[in-house]
């Protein structure tokens, strides 16, 4: 599989518990991206890597949601005591460095708090 | 004033007909200029890429770009109902895809 691959597809927690999300990027791609999306809203950016470096945090990621890429490969986003607000369908991305290239999107992980 | 603003629609039209769907920014500094097709509980899906002003066209799809205006467009012909689905427009500033900002989305209904 060639694409942006996410795991897991659906993640349903307890308010307070702390979940982990995956996200293996296209393979040749150094650019990483994370997004989060609402319903009946489009995706917004939370965070990027390139390579391993974290480059910018969005404002709407708080003290309790954490990325990383250790390897400049796959990437991690962690949100610890989850809150309703949290439920959201959290989207990861990837492209080649440059200002010239696309981003192609996995399916997407999709959140509920209850 | 949101930067991205799209008609949420819903938008129903018969098969075959041409679709025009449309956003507006506020930011100067975008330079590039997307639409992602996204059906219900996916992930968003390219369908074009543009680079400035100007039009783009990829088989029944078209894209527009007019800068002066802050205004984008994507025209789909000969709609089909596998294109029903929610269009999301994004733009990116210098860095490209680098922090993407999207529109709400347009849910399109093709009807057979």
């Known amino acids: 599989d060639t694409g942006v691959s996410q795991n897991p597809r659906h993640k349903i927690t307890k308010r307070g518990q702390n979940v982990t999300f995956r996200c293996d990027p296209i393979s040749e791609h150094n650019r990483l991206y994370w997004y989060r999306q609402t319903l009946g809203q489009g995706p917004e950016f939370l965070t990027y890597f390139q390579n391993e470096a974290q480059l910018e945090k969005s404002r709407l990621l708080s003290d309790r949601f954490s990325a990383e890429r250790p390897k400049g490969s796959f990437s991690t986003l962690e949100i610890q005591r989850t809150e309703q607000g949290d439920s959201a369908m959290y989207l990861c991305?990837?492209?080649?460095?440059?200002?010239?290239?696309?981003?192609?999107f996995g399916q997407g992980t999709r959140l509920t708090v209850v | 004033q949101k930067e991205v603003e799209q008609d949420p629609g819903p938008l129903s039209v018969p098969e075959g007909a041409i679709v025009s769907l449309n956003c507006t920014y506020s930011?100067?500094?975008?330079?590039?200029f997307m639409w992602y097709r996204q059906y219900s509980r996916k992930g968003p899906e390219l369908l074009m890429y543009t680079y400035s002003s100007g039009n783009k066209e990829d088989g029944r799809f078209t894209a527009q770009v007019d800068k002066s205006s802050k205004y984008i467009s994507l025209f789909i012909r000969d709609s089909q109902p596998s294109d029903s689905a929610t269009y999301l427009c994004a733009m990116g500033g210098r860095g490209g895809s680098e922090k993407l900002v999207f529109g709400k989305g347009t849910k399109l209904t093709v009807n057979p």
């Open positions: 991305a990837s492209s080649l460095q440059g200002a010239n290239t696309e981003a192609f």
């Open positions: 930011n100067s500094a975008f330079q590039y």
